[in-house]
């Protein structure tokens, strides 16, 4: 089933910032302490929002802007269905809370005052769904798995547990004399009376139209991508001999190449080793490169083509032979291109201000590390002001969407790369994108969860935050950046507020033990396995 991230951001009063804090704090309390969420009056989360695997309600204290309520949901399936079953779990609550939000200048003026008004009856949810953002960059850890599924398999892997050490108490317990094959074979015999779905075959978590469907959009955002940034050339072509077009580029290359290797190193003290290389990563990729250059000149000719009929009367030969030579000159352009605005770019990151030392309100930092660690889970939210400029805008629009695609493909396995500790986690532009908004539901302690970035997603990290005003210094937009540990985390923490209120339909499981248990899980809907299948099975168990 399909997941969905989602938030709505709201604009509050500044006088109703304190009540409003007040508010999320009195639904916290009237949480359930059972862990298990099975008392107690938030226990119906679990069955009025069957859907829901974490919510956070959060309010931002305006510095530059007024304060910002926020309500950010993971959940299976589609919004609206959603947002109808949390109105039945905490509408009251929430129609409340609203009261103390700005009403909208724009068009949902009159839905807004049609639900906080005196009395007033109206459902909530039309509202929320029409104010509801879009992710601009999202993660989904232990991707295609529903939450019932995630609760089943953690049912089962406990029962595991216990059939493995009570079986036969009085005496030698019998599974140690067996091999993994009939380990597997009796551990499933006693477990398919109390779990009987383990006879029918497992959901695929990500089916085969969604996996050709990823790779049909980044395949089309790259392709689409590299026809946009040859446009120019593609201009020039036309206007110019082709002796002309040929020294400007390698004029303008030149230039550009020479500019880039005079700013291009890093400033005083900015630097950060690594191994990363730009000319290794082209090396290694250029034969990749190649291919992929040649299936653009074919799949742009293709989609080109007909235009070229339609205006030039040309015959079908002809435009196809234009067509290719076209973009083969486009494609020549195209280093120059990327020099350009790489230079452009490198010039706006040397002039760039970072924050060595942002300041961090100590009663907020008391409130945030006082509501963390009560369970292997945490919860992290996060506003951050966007640098100015046009060449900022279109990167982080178009860089955090590629980054999105990108995600889709690389991290399937219920892990980003070799970080197993995030459940969900999601970008999200705000206020016409002058701010940009991150929640992550993560394992572990916080301070482990940043360290785990900065050693093993830095690279992805500064991509998609790099364009926050001051951020550490960064080059070349991957480069440096969240590398500086201490002050990349003073940065993250001067940026967070308090999670006031927050919810986790599973708060015993790591995302690595879903995993864990879903592969237990998979091993037991077999009926018979390999020696080889159950000798890697059994360590899980």
Sequence with gaps: MRQTTLSVALEVKPESYDHLSGLLDGLRDRR???????????????????????????????????????????????????????????????????????????????????????????????????????PSVYHHGNRGMPRDRILAEGKLFLASRDELVSANVDGPNPYRRLSPVEIHARLRAALVPAFPWLEQPAPQRITLLENIGDWLRLIAFVLGTVLVLTIPGLILSLALPWERYLILLGVSFVIFALLLKKIGVALPGTAIQTSFSFLKLFVRLALPLVLFLLLYVLVAAAVLVPLALLLAGQSLDA?????????????????????????????????????????????????MARREDWIPQNHMGSVVLIKPGML????????????GLLLRIIARQGYLGSMRTIHFAHWARVNNGSRLMFFSNFDQAWESYLDDFIEKAHAGLTLAWSCGVGFPPTRFLVKDGASHGRQFKEW??????????????????????????????????????????????ILDL
């Design 319 to 367: 435009a196809w032979y234009g067509m290719l030579v076209w973009l083969g000159w486009g494609l020549l352009s195209l280093p120059v291109m990327l020099a350009g605005l790489i230079l452009w770019l490198r010039t706006l990151e040397r002039g760039d201000s970072a924050q060595d030392a942002p300041p961090v309100d100590p009663r907020m930092l008391r409130e």
């Design 492 to 537: 993250a923490r001067h940026s967070m507020t308090v999670s006031r209120f927050w919810y986790s339909a599973y708060k015993d499981l790591t995302a690595d033990q879903i995993e864990r248990n879903f592969r237990i899980a998979i091993g037991l809907r077999k009926r018979t396995l390999t020696p080889k299948e159950a000798a890697a099975w």
């Design 392 to 403: 900022r805008a279109i990167i982080i629009r178009v860089g955090h969407f590629g980054l």
């Design 32 to 134: 359930s302490r059972d862990p298990s969420g099975g008392k107690g009056p938030f226990a119906d989360f679990l069955n009025l929002v069957p859907a829901l695997h974490f919510l956070s309600l959060s309010v931002f204290p305006g510095f530059d802007y007024d304060p910002l309520f926020v309500i950010e949901a993971n959940f299976d399936g589609r919004p609206g269905p959603f947002w109808n079953q949390l109105e039945s779990a905490i509408g009251p609550d929430l129609r409340t809370m609203l009261r103390c939000c700005k009403r909208p200048l724009d068009n949902d003026g009159p839905l807004f005052d049609s639900i906080t008004a005196l009395d007033a009856r109206a459902p909530i949810a039309p509202y929320l769904e029409a104010r509801t953002l879009t």
